[in-house]
C-alpha cells in the first residue's frame, strides 16, 4: 500500500522537477535572444550591487558633507564602468589623451576656394626671336621636371651672334689683335648668354667650331602645365608667353568672411577646412595673410590659407568651407572622437586606473580642427579614450543590458 503511493509520489515530483527545468532554460533562451549575445571585453565580470535598483535610471549619491558626488551626477543613462586587461587594450588600439587647457573660439563659416600659390607659378618665356622647331610638351596637364626640355628654338640672331663667336675665336691666332679679340669674344659671349645659351653650350660652339641651330627652353621649376600658347612652327619673341608651369605641392585656400566678422580675424588663427570634393577630410590650417579691402560687392574680406598639398587631392578651383575659430578663449577640450554621442547622451569614457573606464556624461562647446571644448563633466589633468571608445562604450552598454559592472554586483534589472 506505502509502495505504490511513494512510487506516484516520486513521479509526480519528477515530473515538476522537470517541468521546472524546462521553463528556467526557455527563460533563459529568451533572454538572450531578445538581448543578443554579449561580446566580453573582460571575462572577469564581478556582480553589481543588489540595491542598484531595478531600472537604468541615472543613480545619484552624496559625499560625506552631504553634497551631490559630481561623478555621478553626471551618470549616463544604460552605461556602467568597465575593466579591461591590458593585452586586449592593445589589441583594439585603445589610446588614451589629457584633458587640457587649449584656446578655442565662436566658430565663423565661409566658402572657400583652392587658389594656385601665386609664388609657385613661373610664366616661360623666350630671349630670342624666332620660330619653335619642337615642343616636349604635347597637352596642358603634363608634369614636367625642373630643368627638363620644353620647346626648341630657331634664331636667325642667335644663328648670327654664335657666327661671330666662331669668328673672333679664330682671329685668336693673329698676335697684333689678340688682345682686342678677346675683349670682344668676351662681350659675345655675355651676349650669348643673355639671349638664353648655357656657359657648356657656348664652350661647345668654341671647340666645335659649329653653331648650334636651336637654343633649347628648359622648365625654370616642377610642375603641372597650366597653359601652352604656342605650337611648332609658331613665331616669338620675347614678349611671347610660350606656358605657364605651376607647382601645386602647395596651394592657396581663399576664404571670403563676413563684413560682420572682419575686426575678428587676425594672421595666425586656427581654421578647418573642408572639401566635400577631396573626400571631406578635414585640413587643419592658420590664417597667413589678410588682405586690406573688402570686395564692394559681396561686402566679404578675404583671407589666405597655405595648404600642403603633396598628394595633389586640394585642386586650384575646388570649392569648399572655411571654419575659423574667433573670440578665443582658454577652455577645455578633448579629442573629437573622444566623444561618443547617442542622440540620447553625449559622453566620454573617464580612465580610473588598473583598465577601468567610467562612462562621464560632458556638455560640449565649439568645435574646432580636432578637438572639442568641454564644458561640464570634465575636470583638467584627468584622462579620457580618444581612440577605440565605441568597443569600450559597446561593452558599458552590454554590460549595463545584463546588469553586470566592473567591481559591482548582481542586479535586479533581469526581474
Same mark, same amino acid.
Given at each position: 500500500?506505502?509502495r505504490?503511493?511513494? #512510487?506516484r /509520489? /516520486?513521479?509526480?515530483?519528477s515530473?515538476?522537477?522537470? @517541468?521546472a527545468?524546462v521553463?528556467?532554460?526557455?527563460s *533563459?533562451? !529568451?533572454?538572450?535572444l531578445?538581448?543578443? /549575445?554579449?561580446?566580453?571585453?573582460?571575462?572577469d565580470?564581478?556582480? &553589481?550591487?543588489?540595491? #542598484?535598483g531595478?531600472d537604468?535610471?541615472?543613480p545619484?549619491?552624496?559625499?560625506?558633507?552631504?553634497?551631490?558626488?559630481?561623478h555621478? !551626477?553626471?551618470?549616463v543613462?544604460s552605461?556602467?564602468a568597465?575593466?579591461?586587461?591590458?593585452?586586449?587594450?592593445?589589441?583594439?588600439?585603445?589610446?588614451i589623451?589629457?584633458?587640457?587647457?587649449?584656446?578655442?573660439?565662436?566658430p %565663423?563659416?565661409?566658402v572657400?576656394?583652392?587658389?594656385?600659390?601665386?609664388?609657385?607659378?613661373?610664366?616661360?618665356?623666350?630671349? &630670342? @626671336?624666332? /620660330?619653335?622647331?619642337r615642343? $616636349? &610638351?604635347?597637352?596642358?596637364g603634363q608634369r614636367?621636371?625642373?630643368? @627638363?626640355?620644353?620647346?626648341a628654338?630657331?634664331?636667325?640672331?642667335?644663328?648670327a +651672334?654664335?657666327?661671330?663667336?666662331i #669668328?673672333?675665336?679664330?682671329? *685668336?691666332a693673329?698676335?697684333?689683335?689678340?688682345?682686342?679679340?678677346? +675683349?670682344?669674344?668676351?662681350a659675345?659671349?655675355?651676349? *650669348?648668354?643673355v639671349?638664353?645659351?648655357?656657359?657648356?653650350?657656348?664652350?661647345?660652339?668654341e671647340?666645335?667650331?659649329?653653331?648650334?641651330?636651336?637654343?633649347?627652353?628648359?622648365?625654370?621649376?616642377?610642375?603641372?602645365?597650366?597653359?601652352?600658347?604656342?605650337?611648332?612652327?609658331?613665331?616669338?619673341?620675347?614678349?611671347?608667353?610660350?606656358?605657364?608651369?605651376a607647382d601645386?605641392?602647395?596651394v592657396w585656400?581663399?576664404?571670403?568672411i563676413p563684413e560682420?566678422?572682419?575686426?575678428?580675424?587676425?594672421v595666425g588663427?586656427?581654421?578647418?577646412?573642408t572639401?566635400?570634393? #577631396?573626400g571631406?577630410? !578635414?585640413v587643419a590650417?592658420?590664417?597667413?595673410?589678410? $588682405?586690406?579691402?573688402?570686395?564692394?560687392q559681396?561686402?566679404?574680406?578675404?583671407?589666405?590659407f597655405? %595648404?600642403?598639398?603633396? !598628394?595633389?587631392?586640394l585642386?586650384?578651383?575646388?570649392y569648399?568651407?572655411a571654419?575659423?575659430a &574667433?573670440?578665443?578663449?582658454?577652455?577645455?577640450?578633448?579629442?573629437?572622437?573622444?566623444?561618443?554621442?547617442t542622440?540620447?547622451?553625449?559622453?566620454?569614457?573617464?580612465?580610473e586606473?588598473?583598465?577601468?573606464?567610467s562612462?562621464?556624461?560632458?556638455t560640449?562647446g565649439?568645435r574646432?580642427?580636432?578637438r572639442?571644448?568641454v564644458?561640464?563633466?570634465l575636470m583638467?589633468?584627468?584622462s579620457?579614450?580618444?581612440?577605440?571608445?565605441?568597443?569600450?562604450?559597446?561593452? +558599458?552598454?552590454l554590460?549595463a543590458t545584463?546588469?553586470?559592472?566592473a567591481g559591482?554586483? +548582481?542586479?535586479?534589472?533581469?526581474h
Open positions: 500500500m506505502i505504490p503511493l511513494v #512510487a /509520489w /516520486w513521479r509526480t515530483l515530473l515538476a522537477a522537470l @517541468a527545468l521553463l528556467t532554460l526557455g *533563459l533562451l !529568451a533572454q538572450h531578445r538581448h543578443g /549575445w554579449p561580446f566580453s571585453l573582460h571575462h565580470v564581478t556582480p &553589481v550591487d543588489p540595491h #542598484a531595478h537604468a535610471a541615472a545619484t549619491a552624496t559625499m560625506g558633507d552631504g553634497a551631490v558626488d559630481p555621478v !551626477a553626471h551618470a543613462p552605461r556602467v568597465v575593466a579591461v586587461p591590458r593585452a586586449q587594450l592593445d589589441a583594439i588600439g585603445v589610446r589623451a589629457r584633458v587640457m587647457m587649449d584656446d578655442v573660439g565662436r %565663423v563659416r565661409a572657400a576656394t583652392v587658389a594656385l600659390d601665386e609664388s609657385r607659378v613661373s610664366h616661360v618665356h623666350t630671349r &630670342v @626671336a624666332g /620660330w619653335i622647331e615642343l $616636349y &610638351v604635347n597637352t596642358t614636367v621636371e625642373r630643368g @627638363a626640355a620644353l620647346a628654338i630657331f634664331s636667325q640672331e642667335l644663328l +651672334s654664335q657666327n661671330e663667336l #669668328a673672333l675665336r679664330q682671329n *685668336l693673329n698676335p697684333t689683335t689678340a688682345m682686342a679679340t678677346q +675683349s670682344l669674344l668676351a659675345t659671349r655675355g651676349r *650669348l648668354s639671349l638664353g645659351m648655357t656657359a657648356g653650350e657656348i664652350a661647345q660652339v671647340r666645335t667650331g659649329r653653331p648650334m641651330r636651336n637654343v633649347t627652353v628648359v622648365a625654370p621649376r616642377s610642375g603641372v602645365v597650366l597653359h601652352r600658347g604656342i605650337a611648332v612652327g609658331t613665331a616669338v619673341d620675347p614678349s611671347t608667353e610660350l606656358l605657364t608651369v601645386l605641392s602647395t585656400v581663399l576664404a571670403e560682420s566678422e572682419a575686426s575678428a580675424v587676425a588663427q586656427a581654421a578647418e577646412l572639401f566635400e570634393a #577631396a571631406g577630410a !578635414a590650417a592658420r590664417v597667413a595673410f589678410v $588682405y586690406p579691402t573688402l570686395d564692394e559681396t561686402r566679404t574680406l578675404r583671407v589666405r597655405e %595648404v600642403p598639398n603633396a !598628394a595633389g587631392a585642386r586650384p578651383g575646388m569648399g568651407t571654419t575659423l &574667433v573670440a578665443t578663449r582658454r577652455a577645455l577640450v578633448v579629442p573629437r572622437d573622444a566623444v561618443v554621442d542622440g540620447a547622451s553625449t559622453h566620454v569614457f573617464v580612465v586606473g588598473d583598465g577601468r573606464f562612462p562621464r556624461a560632458v560640449l565649439a574646432v580642427g580636432e572639442t571644448e564644458r561640464e563633466g583638467e589633468g584627468e579620457v579614450v580618444a581612440s577605440g571608445v565605441f568597443l569600450i562604450d559597446s561593452e +558599458s552598454r554590460r545584463s546588469g553586470t559592472s559591482g554586483h +548582481s542586479g535586479h534589472g533581469g
